[in-house]
T-cell receptor
Framework: DAKTTQPPSMDCAEGRAANLPCNHS???????VYWYRQIHSQGPQYIIH???NNETNEMASLIITEDRKSSTLILPHATLRDTAVYYC????????????FGKGTKLTVNP | KAGVTQTPRYLIKTRGQQVTLSCSPI?????VSWYQQTPGQGLQFLFE???????NKGNFPGRFSGRQFSNSRSEMNVSTLELGDSALYLC??????????????FGPGTRLTVL
C-alpha cells in the first residue's frame, strides 16, 4: 500500500502558484519523498525528490516539514499544461526501484 | 536522446489469448520496469529487469512474465488473458548509475483491451 495521503483533487488558476500537499506520517529516516505527475494518456513524469531539505529545480519546489511527516509540491506559475495527476511517493534510495503509486491528486489548472 | 518506446500502442485481444508487449529503453539505460494501470487499482508495479535479470516482482499471477535482452530491450508476456487484464501497460527505464537517484523515464504505454 502507498505510504502517502493526498487530496483527490485541487484547482488552481492559471499563472498562480499551485501548492499540492502530501502526508507521509510513517516515513522512515532513510526514505525520500518523490513526486511524479501523469498528464492524461501519457506515462508518469519525474518532477523532483528530497530527503529533508527543501529542493528546487526548473519544474517545481519541494518543501518538507522539519518532522518530515508532510511535504508540499509547489508549481510557482501554473499553466494549463500542468493539469495532471500528481503522485507523492516515499521510497528508500538504493532500495528497490519499485514505485508504489497512490491515487494522487488531480490538479486542474483553470484559465 | 530518444525516449522510451513501447510497441504496439494499442492492442485488442480476446479472452484466453496471449500477448507480448515490447519496450525499448532510452539508450544507455540498463534497468527496465513494467507497471499496469487500471481505473480501479491505479498504477501497480509488475517487475523490474536489470542486465537481463529480474530483480523485483510485484504481486501478479504467474501469467504475467517478462524478460530483458542483452541490448536492454524488454518484453512482457501475459498468457491466458482475462477481461481484468485490460489496462494501460507502462514501461519505465533508468540508467541505474550507482550512488545517484536515477529517475525513471516512462514510455507512452500500450493500451490492451481484452474482449
Amino acid at each position: 500500500d502507498a505510504k502517502t495521503t493526498q487530496p483527490p483533487s485541487m484547482d488552481c488558476a492559471e499563472g498562480r502558484a499551485a501548492n499540492l500537499p502530501c502526508n507521509h506520517s510513517t516515513i522512515s529516516g532513510n526514505e525520500y519523498v518523490y513526486w511524479y505527475r501523469q498528464i492524461h494518456s501519457q506515462g508518469p513524469q519525474y518532477i523532483i525528490h528530497g530527503l529533508k531539505n527543501n529542493e528546487t529545480n526548473e519544474m517545481a519546489s519541494l518543501i518538507i516539514t522539519e518532522d518530515r511527516k508532510s511535504s508540499t509540491l509547489i508549481l510557482p506559475h501554473a499553466t494549463l499544461r500542468d493539469t495532471a495527476v500528481y503522485y507523492c511517493i516515499v521510497r528508500a534510495q538504493g532500495g528497490s526501484e519499485k514505485l508504489v503509486f497512490g491515487k494522487g491528486t488531480k490538479l486542474t489548472v483553470n484559465p | 536522446k530518444a525516449g522510451v518506446t513501447q510497441t504496439p500502442r494499442y492492442l485488442i485481444k480476446t479472452r484466453g489469448q496471449q500477448v507480448t508487449l515490447s519496450c525499448s529503453p532510452i539508450s544507455g539505460h540498463r534497468s527496465v520496469s513494467w507497471y499496469q494501470q487500471t481505473p480501479g487499482q491505479g498504477l501497480q508495479f509488475l517487475f523490474e529487469y536489470f542486465s537481463e535479470t529480474q530483480r523485483n516482482k510485484g504481486n501478479f499471477p504467474g501469467r504475467f512474465s517478462g524478460r530483458q535482452f542483452s541490448n536492454s530491450r524488454s518484453e512482457m508476456n501475459v498468457s491466458t488473458l482475462e477481461l481484468g487484464d485490460s489496462a494501460l501497460y507502462l514501461c519505465a527505464s533508468r540508467s541505474a548509475l550507482a550512488g545517484l537517484y536515477n529517475e525513471q523515464f516512462f514510455g507512452p504505454g500500450t493500451r490492451l483491451t481484452v474482449l
